[in-house]
């Protein structure tokens, strides 16, 4: 009887599900609609700024509680970002107005896109995507990759295009959720337990289709023992991510490192469906030459990727962008609005 009574349970819980997304998804159309009548109300005033105005107060006193001239502008910007319904439908089958009230405020037309597509097919919620917006998840996704283009067919959801290790890794790394205090000092092994601590931030940081595997991997061959700080392992590019931790600025010893261990696992953990192995050594400073004249620069299975344990100011993190996309230059990479 119990099993019986979980059954009944979930279709429930399913048949809300569906009543929520739809009541959801046809109140987003409806504000939309809204926007679109708000602005073609508007563009028959002789002088808009003005008339813009009246139109916003006026209706929000007809309407009443709940329609504010602020949330009245923010249905006419829904409408003005996405003039075609076509383009928002899709996605908002699955996300809130809040979503979208969000994603309007995104100025870049591929970013905006791409956070539109994955809130959807990730699950984000508000928070999560207002991090991601912050944090400028798409610009460090596409800082760290030479094919643009490729990015720009992802976000168009077009099928048939082979996942590039390149395209899943972010740089810099933000890890402001582990709340470590700017001023104290820590260890190989306390950032670790933190990051196993956190998890789930540090996956969805990390990106799409990561899972974890192990912490402190041990690999034994026939003369020493190892052991490789993070293994996950990535079901979009179907093979394993080995992640070593430094706390301090990369070297040319952590490289060597790496490129050990990733070809270690190959060869001893690595099955015949699986991918080669990646190897990511998260760091808190890179380093051009190391960049230019190590393994890196020629091993696409290499990464190396500074971190932040904090959140800086969108101007901090455009910057850092643009000093690791020069590091990338270096190694001879070209981006998408360069060709």
């Not at 599900?17 to 926007?35: D, F, N």
């Not at 009548?37 to 916003?56: C, D, F, H, M, S």
């Not at 400073?285 to 969108?314: C, G, H, M, W």
Request: charged share 30%; net charge negative; with cysteine.
């Amino acid at each position: 009887m119990k099993e019986f009574v979980q059954e009944i349970k979930i279709l429930l819980e399913k048949a809300r599900e569906k009543v929520y997304a739809a009541t959801s998804y046809t109140m987003i159309e409806c504000y939309w609609e809204i926007g679109r009548r708000i602005v073609e109300k508007e563009q028959q005033g002789q002088n808009r700024a003005t008339y813009g105005k009246e139109v916003l107060q006026n209706l929000s006193n007809g309407l009443g509680t709940g329609f504010s001239t602020r949330t009245l502008r923010d249905m006419r910007k829904c409408y003005l970002t996405f003039p075609e319904w076509k383009d928002l439908a899709h996605a908002c089958a699955k996300l809130e107005w809040s979503h979208i009230r969000t994603i309007t405020r995104v100025i870049d037309v591929n970013a905006r896109k791409y956070y539109l597509k994955e809130a959807a097919e990730q699950n984000w919620g508000v928070r999560r995507l207002e991090r991601n917006i912050n944090t400028l998840y798409y610009q460090r996704l596409v800082s760290s990759t030479n094919k643009q283009p490729v990015i720009d067919e992802m976000v168009e959801n077009i099928k048939d295009i082979k996942p590039d290790s390149r395209d899943f890794i972010r740089n810099p790394t933000v890890l402001e959720f582990l709340n470590i205090p700017t001023n104290r000092a820590y260890t190989e092994r306390q950032l670790e337990q933190l990051l196993i601590d956190n998890l789930q931030q540090f996956l969805l940081e990390l990106g799409k289709g990561f899972a974890f595997v192990a912490r402190q991997k041990y690999i034994r061959t026939e003369t020493t023992d190892f052991f490789i700080d993070l293994v996950f392992y990535n079901y979009i590019l179907k093979c394993f991510v080995v992640i070593e931790l430094k706390t301090d600025k990369i070297t040319h010893q952590d490289i060597g490192q790496l490129d050990m261990y990733v070809r270690m696992f190959d060869d001893l953990e690595r099955k015949e469906d699986d991918n080669p192995t990646i190897g990511l050594l998260l760091c808190t400073e890179t380093d051009r030459t190391i960049a230019k004249y190590s393994v890196l620069n020629e091993n696409k299975q290499l990464f190396a990727s500074k971190y932040l344990p904090y959140l800086p100011s969108e101007e901090e993190l455009e910057a850092e962008i643009e000093r690791e996309k020069n590091v990338l230059r270096e190694q001879g990479v070209v981006y998408g609005e360069e060709e």
